[in-house]
């Protein structure tokens, strides 16, 4: 069993190779930003306290994101370990997770800012099921439509070159305390250096899962 956290930039391809991760690992992918919207539609305290502050566009507090997780990791999954996306963001969240549950290693995917601002922009997500395609190099069959679902597909209003930049600066002024943290914990480091637009997912995955592998993590 493995317990993975993946960090990268947006646009860094973090949920395209969880997925295939998934897929080759046998783990289960925990997306936070999914979890909450999960929870939202339940009619529990934890559920009415997570519409709460999402309807106001807040970020949920730290003790409230972490005890969705909490519940989460809980239910038996009949998966061999875990992918975490999305968590922790904080020192904070990292010590509340280290309570929870032992971290194998970190994947870190590192990205340039040229790249990543090519790939959000031609970015398209589907409004139906969320699948995502990238109008340059990973086209629906046909255009403007969900190859799964045949959903319609839509661009995010902030995979706008202006607004990526921004996010860029927020995620590394957010994650370098985190990233410290972890090193300095000698958790084991499984970095995917990015310096092609065009380089398959299945190629960067198999890079993923060699270093796993070298680093006698599965």
Same mark, same amino acid.
């Given at each position: 069993m493995v317990k993975l956290i993946i960090f990268g930039p947006p646009g860094s391809g973090k949920g395209t190779y969880a997925s295939r991760l998934q897929t080759k690992l046998d783990v289960d992918v925990v997306a936070t930003g999914d979890l909450?919207?999960?929870?939202?539609?339940?009619?529990?305290?934890?559920?009415?306290? &997570?519409?709460?502050?999402?309807?106001?566009?807040?970020?949920g507090p730290s003790e409230v994101v972490t005890e969705v997780l909490k519940q989460r990791l809980a239910k038996p999954t009949g998966k061999e370990g875990f992918i975490l996306d999305g968590y922790p963001r904080t020192i904070e969240q990292a010590k509340a997770l280290e309570k929870l549950t032992k971290i194998d290693a970190v994947i870190l995917l590192t990205v340039p800012e040229h790249i990543i601002i090519e790939r959000l922009s031609t970015?398209?997500?589907?409004?139906?099921?969320?699948e995502v395609y990238n109008i340059r190099f990973l086209k629906p069959k046909m255009e403007g439509t969900c190859d799964k679902c045949g959903g319609q597909l839509y661009q995010r209003s902030d995979d706008k070159p202006e607004v990526i930049k921004d996010r860029i600066k927020v995620y590394e002024k957010q994650t370098e305390p &985190?990233?410290?943290?972890?090193?300095?914990?000698?958790?084991?480091?499984?970095?995917?250096?990015?310096d092609k637009l065009d380089i398959p997912p299945d190629a960067a995955v198999e890079n993923i899962l060699k270093q796993l592998k070298q680093a006698n993590l599965v």
């Open positions: 909450l919207r999960e929870i939202l539609k339940e009619d529990t305290p934890l559920g009415r306290k &997570v519409k709460g502050f999402v309807e106001k566009g807040q970020l970015r398209r997500i589907c409004k139906n099921c969320g &985190v990233l410290k943290y972890y090193k300095d914990k000698k958790t084991p480091f499984i970095e995917f250096k990015c």
